[in-house]
């Protein structure tokens, strides 16, 4: 079965960064696209981050210059480097594939700015 993986979540101060990996398994990651979402306490989860299965990212406005998703289809991983991180991006992670029907999510990374 299609199973995701993230790791690299964590504590961070403002300002600091941090790269967070995404492992598929049990499906062909490159015909598909991926994303990364989040979802903060008391809050609806958002798309952060998305990348074709040819390499082309999009960005929400609230993150754009300062996350940066890419692919490496050779691991069947995923990733998305965080800098200039924010308290406001203090949220649990999730990385989800878009493989029809309903795509496959991930069990989520917390990630945490605070000083």
């Known amino acids: 079965q299609v199973q995701l993986v993230e790791s690299g979540g964590g504590l961070v101060q403002p300002g600091g960064s941090l790269r967070l990996s995404c492992v598929i398994s049990g499906t062909t990651f490159r015909d598909y696209a991926m994303g990364w979402f989040r979802q903060a306490p008391g809050k609806q989860r958002e798309m952060v981050a998305g990348?074709?299965?040819?390499?082309?990212?999009n960005y929400a406005d609230s993150v754009k210059g300062r996350f940066t998703i890419s692919r490496d289809n050779a691991k069947n991983t995923g990733y998305l480097q965080m800098n200039s991180l924010k308290p406001e991006d203090t949220a649990v992670y999730y990385c989800?594939?878009?493989?029809?029907?309903?795509?496959?999510w991930g069990q989520g990374t917390q990630v945490t700015v605070s000083s």
């Open positions: 989800k594939l878009f493989q029809a029907p309903h795509g496959y």
């Open positions: 990348i074709t299965s040819g390499g082309n990212p």
